[in-house]
């Protein structure tokens, strides 16, 4: 069955130092990899995605993230963090011919000054 | 352009009664998605509908139930509410029915069930 793993529930790091989140996948096709950021008491705002060709894909916010498919991984990543990037981090996969995504349970960032 | 949009934004019903919630896709958007996402969990797929007709339905009881109508908004309603449907509920659209276009979701629906 295809899943979503975010193994880091919690991450705090001070801003201006880089960040990594993490996440991997299970899904036997070539997936639609995407990253979504929930602020508190809000929807999910799409950060970037990747569905194929260049591997580094760029987002919004000044957001990266890799897709390694010999790791089934597709890691999002930020050089310096701002105090505004404080929120939840989801990352999904869009599962081609059942149009659902199905999400990780999520990274929490707290970002300290 | 106005995004996805959905109502009420907030909401508390007793156990056992009935709700309706609203969603508005984005003008132009054909396919819309409902998501359930319990405090502290991913989102979690409930229905997809595109063109009007049901495409995909995820593991809800048949107490939770969806239509779209011909100006592609959508609702969606649960009967008979358990506490444990105590939720954010978000609606997503998308130009395409097909996977690789991702989709916008709105601001949700809180929904507390005492």
């Known amino acids: 069955a295809q899943s979503v793993t975010q193994p880091d529930i919690h991450i705090t790091v001070s801003e201006g130092a880089s960040l990594e989140l993490r996440c991997n996948y299970s899904?036997?096709?070539?997936?639609?990899l995407f990253w979504y950021v929930q602020s508190p008491g809000q929807g999910l705002q799409l950060l970037l995605k990747?569905?194929?060709?260049?591997?580094l894909v760029q987002g919004i916010k000044g957001f990266e993230a890799e897709f390694k498919r010999s790791q089934s991984s597709f890691n999002l990543r930020k050089p310096s963090v701002h105090w505004s990037d404080a929120a939840e981090y989801f990352c999904?996969?869009?599962?081609?011919?059942?149009?659902?995504?199905?999400f990780g349970t999520g990274t929490r960032l707290k970002v300290l000054a | 352009d106005a995004g996805v949009t959905q109502s009420p934004t907030h909401l508390i019903k007793t156990r056992g009664q009935h709700v309706t919630l609203r969603c508005s896709p984005i003008?132009?958007?054909?396919?819309v998605s409902w998501y359930q996402q319990v405090l502290g969990q991913g989102p979690q797929f409930i229905f997809q509908?595109?063109?009007?007709?049901?495409?995909g339905r995820g593991n809800f009881p048949d107490r939770f139930s969806a239509r779209q109508f011909p100006n592609y908004s959508s609702e969606l309603n649960v009967n008979a509410l358990l506490l444990g449907d105590s939720a954010l509920y978000l609606c997503?659209?998308?130009?395409?029915?097909?996977?690789?276009?991702?989709?916008?979701f709105g601001s949700g629906t809180r929904l507390t069930v005492v």
């Open positions: 997503a659209s998308s130009s395409s029915g097909g996977a690789g276009y991702g989709y916008t």
């Open positions: 899904y036997g096709a070539t997936p639609y």
């Open positions: 990747y569905f194929s060709g260049d591997t």
């Open positions: 999904a996969v869009l599962t081609s011919g059942t149009y659902k995504y199905i």
């Open positions: 003008s132009g958007h054909k396919s």
């Open positions: 509908y595109y063109e009007k007709e049901e495409r």
